[in-house]
Nanobody
Framework: QVQLVESGGGLVQAGGSLRLSCAAS????????MGWFRQAPGKEREFVSV????????YYSDSVKGRFTISRDNAKNTVYLQMNSLKPEDTAVYFC???????????????????WGQGTQVTVSS
């Protein structure tokens, strides 16, 4: 089992920034990718970004590209999501997720991930 705990959410004005963290514990894997998703009220869970096991590759949804940056620190078993130029439409619960994968590919479907955190609320006021 892998436990994921997100933190860093909160209330911010439009144009502001937040940095989310996701700490992993429990069973560790030599290769896995980590993703961020978000879910707004009444909407489906939406892919935000994903990063390879060594941090060398990443991918973003069009809605956040150029504003958000994903990174990871494997020594700390932690993945980060730096969110800049936030917009009200970024308001959602943000989840991190882990998929055990021995090679890099973009995985954007939430159903493909193996472990999930409990989520952290991000609210952007206009």
């Amino acid at each position: 089992q892998v436990q994921l705990v997100e933190s860093g959410g909160g209330l911010v004005q439009a144009g502001g920034s937040l940095r989310l963290s996701c700490a992993a514990s429990g069973r560790t894997f030599s290769s896995y990718i980590m993703g961020w998703f978000r879910q707004a009220p009444g909407k489906e869970r939406e892919f935000v970004s994903v990063i390879s096991w060594n941090g060398g590759s990443s991918y973003y949804s069009d809605s956040v590209k150029g504003r958000f940056t994903i990174s990871r620190d494997n020594a700390k078993n932690t993945v980060y999501l730096q969110m800049n130029s936030l917009k009200p439409e970024d308001t959602a619960v943000y989840f991190c997720a882990v998929k055990v994968l021995a090679y890099w590919r973009v995985v954007a479907g939430p159903e493909e991930y193996d472990y999930w955190g409990q989520g952290t609320q991000v609210t952007v006021s206009s």
